[in-house]
Nanobody, 124 residues
Framework: VQLVESGGGSVQVGGSLTLSCVAS????????MGWFRQAPGQEREGVAV???????DYSDSVKGRFTISQDNAKATVYLQMNSLKVEDTAMYYC????????????????????WGQGTQVTVS
């Protein structure tokens, strides 16, 4: 599966952005889909994931502010980001993994084997 992110940009503190990840090459309903982010000098961090027939997980740092959703007909995964903070500044990546991922690893980057090129989010 190929993944292409869009929707990043610059926004003020407290603002909102919606990221999109369009998938091609396979049916995303078969995949665990995730959003990750990486700030300069930091490790890639899991933000939100949506797993088929299992549900949704969020990192504690974004819980209550970010919402992940999926439209299988459009082969698109979204990340609605509200109440943005300076510390949300990072490159955001869409990721996919076919098959089951244990709950403890769903927000772990190494559990995913398909990645998009990233979209930059800057909050100031």
């Amino acid at each position: 599966v190929q993944l292409v992110e869009s929707g990043g940009g610059s926004v003020q503190v407290g603002g909102s952005l919606t990221l999109s990840c369009v998938a091609s090459g396979d049916t995303i309903g078969r995949y665990c889909m995730g959003w990750f982010r990486q700030a300069p000098g930091q490790e890639r961090e899991g933000v939100a994931v949506i797993a088929p027939d299992v549900g949704i997980d969020y990192s504690d740092s974004v819980k209550g502010r970010f919402t992940i959703s999926q439209d299988n007909a459009k082969a698109t995964v979204y990340l609605q980001m509200n109440s943005l903070k300076v510390e949300d500044t990072a490159m955001y990546y869409c990721a996919a993994s076919r098959g089951y991922i244990a709950t403890s690893r769903r927000l772990v980057a190494t559990a995913y084997n398909y990645w998009g090129q990233g979209t930059q989010v800057t909050v100031s």
